[in-house]
């Protein structure tokens, strides 16, 4: 059934089969009992989505004749979700996985002048991803990335047109929403820094209201990621 889709590395992936690891193996075999024979769907997170025919399964490994490969390219409107780190844990992980149902391309996690130092959880918030990443379809599985400052969200993303959805901000209107990559800035709780905002406008960040409510910023990342919604 097409209503699940299981994920496969590029690696476990030849010309005409295809093998589910790990997790992904259990849950086809233990929880939903695929069996030899059964027709099941694979992405690999590159694009592609796989139309197989399992020939193989036990709990750690599910092998697959490779019957159809459908491949969605890139697309054209980039959107990656910049996010300060937030202490609040459901809160963090509930931007996650709300950005990869909306089609974030990328998310970066950085360390905000203003956010409260707290561990991140990579892996949980990985496998998050992933999860999402099944749920809503998508082809492109999402990466996230973590940088120490906006410093270095610049630099690790250079040439891209940037928003910082900014509480002070006049504007609201995102002035052009067809720009091939974009990066969209969210502050942590205690939003940005007199010198975070300084550096963004050097970078030639545009600065946007998201209305006159103080959102949280979760809110506020799923609320800039909306605009988007309707551009091809
Ligand atoms: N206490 C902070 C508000 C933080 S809200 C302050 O007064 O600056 C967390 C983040 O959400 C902000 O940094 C901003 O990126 C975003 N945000 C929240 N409400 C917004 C609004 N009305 N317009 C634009 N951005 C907003």
Redesign the pocket.
Known sequence: MMDNVFFTHPEHVSANRLELVDQEATHASKVLRFKVGDELYASDGRGNLYTTQVSSISKKSVLADILETDYDPEPTIKKVLVF?AIKKRDRLEFAVEKAVELGAWEICIFNADHSERSRINEDRLQSIVLSAFKQSKRRWLPEVTYQNSMDEVFEYYPKYHSM????E?DTHHPENLSYNKNLL????????SAREVELAKKKNTQM??????????ET?ALALLSQFLFTT
């Open positions: 300060g910082m959805a900014h509480v901000a800035l969210i502050g942590p709780e205690g939003g940005f946007i209201s998201l209305g006159k409510n103080r959102l949280r910023a506020a």
